[in-house]
């Protein structure tokens, strides 16, 4: 992890394309202004965690359902 130092005010710079502006400073509170183009998606850490949790569970074949699709496949092919 790079550490960096920066006052209100100053900017840090990442390839070219995001900006990173330190806007103001109260006391434990840091607010950050982000420059980037409109094709890379910006998220708080625990927004991001939690949409990543959220896409996980619409991917994961819950077992009733997984029992379900074996169940009908095994009927149709009874059937032929």
């Known amino acids: 992890m790079l550490v960096l130092s920066r006052r209100k005010g100053e900017s840090i ?6 900006e990173l502006t330190i806007l103001s400073v109260d006391g434990d509170t840091v607010k950050v202004g982000i ?7 910006i998220f708080r850490k625990e927004v991001y965690l939690s949409i990543q949790e959220s896409n996980r569970e619409s991917v994961a074949p819950q077992q009733s359902d997984l029992n ?3 169940d009908r ?8």
Not at 13 to 18: A, G, R, T
Not at 73 to 80: D, M, T
């Open 68 to 70: 379900a699709l074996i």
């Open 13 to 18: 710079v990442i390839q070219d394309q995001i």
């Open 35 to 41: 420059s980037a183009p409109k094709h890379v998606d």
């Open 73 to 80: 496949l095994r009927g149709s092919n009874a059937n032929n």
